[in-house]
């Protein structure tokens, strides 16, 4: 599988993830197989989070890869946190708690990345920029980052902070697209010139910020999948058109659009399935015409000005 680096690191890492969401799901013989597929793809970063599960995820993950030494050094663990019930929370403590938390879950002395999980409007950034250090110096966190977070949001918490945010995980599929369409429709007076997030997308390119996509097959906030769903016709069939001109899955081809853009996005793919991994990694080896990218996004009910 091609790698990518991610933001200002030194992480190379594969150009597709795999989201641990849904692990907490399975037996440990199921992980198994599912983390030692992936690995065989090429797959070697696997992103949690504290609330996965509420933390079973991660401690599944330990015990099915049977995390030692060895093995750490093979793979990128990234973990979120800031998610409570009822609130989000970027308080010193609670951020050094939830790393506790899931190194402990992990069984590992360290995460690769954490990310911010949600935007917290009571946020006090020299809490976040003192729990930072702290985990920094202790070794217990490598690179951080954000997620779901506008550009003054992250520009607050880089005025006090002193490592480099190398990553901001955002929605995005082809049903999902705000952050480019109103980079399409500037000065028009309809809902899609509407920019809901300050220019995200501009921003972490102008500031080598990777973006990784979550939920890259659904539509609206968790509706559902939209592969082969009847509500999208027109786009199904260019999947389907595509997927047969490529010998690939439309599964693939979805994920093709995302790594087709310039700004190097990294699809975080949640599914448990051995086989539809392996269809979707091959979307690395096939790079969209300009016209291909630009027939799905109009397939996908767009229309360009």
Avoid at 280 to 298: G, H, Q, V
Wanted: contains cysteine.
């Amino acid at each position: 599988m091609k790698s990518i680096e991610l933001g200002t690191s030194n992480l190379n890492t594969s150009a597709i993830s795999l989201g641990c969401m849904r692990m907490s799901g399975l037996t440990k013989a199921e992980a198994q197989h599912v983390i030692h597929n992936a690995l065989d793809l090429g797959v070697n970063l696997f992103d949690h989070a504290d609330i996965y599960g509420r933390g079973l995820s991660e401690q599944i993950f330990a015990d099915a890869i049977d995390m030692s030494p060895t093995i750490r050094e093979e793979i990128i663990l990234q973990s979120k946190c800031g998610i409570r019930k009822g609130q989000f929370d970027f308080s010193k403590q609670h951020i050094i708690n939830s790393v506790e938390g899931s190194l402990k879950r992990l069984k590992t002395d360290y995460l690769d990345i954490l990310l911010l999980h949600r935007p917290d409007t009571l946020v006090e950034p020299e809490e976040v920029a003192e729990a930072f250090a702290e985990l920094k110096a202790a070794g217990k966190v490598k690179h951080f980052g954000v997620s779901n977070q506008n550009p003054g949001q992250i520009e607050l918490l880089k005025k006090y902070l002193e490592e480099d945010l190398i990553i901001n995980q955002l929605q995005f599929s082809l049903m999902h697209t705000p952050m480019i369409d109103a980079g399409f429709n500037v000065n028009m007076a309809h809902d899609k010139a509407i920019v809901r997030d300050n220019g995200i997308l501009e921003y972490c390119r102008l500031n080598n910020m990777t973006i990784q996509a979550w939920s890259p097959f659904q539509f609206g906030m968790m509706e559902g999948v939209f592969i082969g769903h009847k509500e999208f016709p027109e786009l199904n069939q260019k999947l389907q058109e595509l997927a047969a001109k490529y010998e690939v899955t439309d599964s693939a081809i979805a994920i093709a659009w995302i790594l087709r853009h310039p700004a190097k996005i990294q699809p975080v793919v949640g599914t448990m399935n051995q086989q539809r991994l392996a269809d979707i990694a091959k979307a690395t080896e096939i790079k969209l015409t300009r016209e291909e990218w630009y027939d799905l996004y109009l397939a996908a009910g767009n229309k360009l000005p």
